[in-house]
């Protein structure tokens, strides 16, 4: 999305998005987060509820960890192992499993960061109490709702693997929309808590994958 057809960064997309985006996230907190998220809660049933447990930001960062882990392995019995992070770096950094976890990792890390300094309330506070609102610089959990950490560590790992693998795409990005969405039906967030998600999760991924392209280039 945010790509050039040579793997370079769109800047002009970016820019779009990130205006998009900025629009869609202010109406979301000043007019439709509440109508929609009462609409979406009517929708909320188990499956959505084993979605999240399944991809939680956490579960990707682990699981993508393994798979990188195991390929690393994999390639340290084919060809020797040396202690150095150069190595490790060397036999790792063109695989597709580094690129995915590259994603991942660069979205939670700096979303957690995000969702400290915007410190929005989570749902469940307007659902008990009738209370929302933002409280910047908060550590408790319950006031990082924006943006998802589901929908980034989501849609960072699943658009890295629709771009390695272009005929998935439609079902990557499916996924991801779906695993997103079903935060809001199970009460976990809002939804311009997942178009932030799902507009930095996508920004991470393609900054990824120019990174990678350049570095191999280089």
Known sequence: M???????????????????TSVLVLAGVLWFDIPVFNFLRTFNCKF????GNIFSAKNWVVLSAIVLLVFFMRKSIQTGFKFSFKDMYDK???????????????????GAVLKYIIGRARPIFY???GMTGFFPGTSDAAFHSM???????????????GILAPRA?????????????????AGF????????????????????R?????RERV
């Open 147 to 161: 943006p998802s950490g589901h929908a980034m560590a989501s849609f960072a790992g699943l658009v890295m693997i």
């Open 48 to 51: 959505f509820v084993l979605l």
């Open 2 to 20: 945010f790509l050039t057809n040579e793997n370079k960064l769109n800047f002009g997309g970016i820019l779009l998005g990130v205006v998009v």
């Open 169 to 185: 795409k439609w079902f990557t990005w499916t996924l991801a929309t779906v695993i997103a969405v079903s935060r809001v039906c």
């Open 92 to 110: 790792v950094k063109g695989s597709y499993a580094f690129w995915i976890f590259s994603s991942v990792f660069l979205a939670v890390s700096t």
């Open 189 to 208: 967030h809002w939804p311009s808590d997942i178009i932030f998600g799902a507009f930095w999760g996508i920004l991470c991924a393609n900054l990824v």
């Open 210 to 214: 120019a990174w990678m392209v350049r």
């Open 127 to 129: 659902q008990e109490i």
